[in-house]
């Protein structure tokens, strides 16, 4: 069992920043890939972003490209999501996720744990 908890979400103006951090509880957290998804109200839940057990894969969706870095300290059982540039539209819940089974994946359904998330509010 891996406990996950997010933090770091808040109100930000467009074109600011935020850093969300996801908090493993167990010293495995480095064997598992782990991800980013997002929901937004009357929206389906979208990909954001996801990379491998040691950080060297990443993958993002083309809606984020360039403007969003994740990336995981393994010694602080941590993973980040640096927001830049951000947009209303990136207005949403955020979800970190750790799959214990793939290199990465954009597949909600390959994920055996996932936090309680945290709110995002970018404001025009």
């Known amino acids: 069992q891996v406990q996950l908890v997010e933090s770091g979400g808040g109100l930000v103006q467009a074109g600011g920043s935020l850093r969300l951090s996801c908090a493993a509880s167990?010293?495995?957290?480095?064997?598992?890939?782990m991800g980013w998804f997002r929901k937004a109200p009357g929206k389906e839940r979208e990909f954001v972003a996801a990379?491998?057990?040691?950080?060297?894969?990443?993958y993002y969706a083309d809606s984020v490209k360039g403007r969003f870095t994740i990336s995981r300290d393994n010694a602080k059982n941590t993973l980040y999501l640096q927001m830049n540039s951000l947009k209303p539209e990136d207005t949403a819940v955020y979800y970190c996720?750790?799959?214990?089974?793939?290199?990465?994946?954009?597949?909600?359904?390959?994920?055996?744990?996932w936090g309680q998330g945290t709110q995002v509010t970018v404001s025009s």
């Open positions: 996720g750790a799959d214990s089974r793939n290199l990465y994946s954009d597949v909600w359904e390959s994920y055996d744990y």
């Open positions: 167990r010293r495995t957290f480095s064997t598992y890939a």
């Open positions: 990379l491998s057990w040691d950080g060297s894969n990443t």
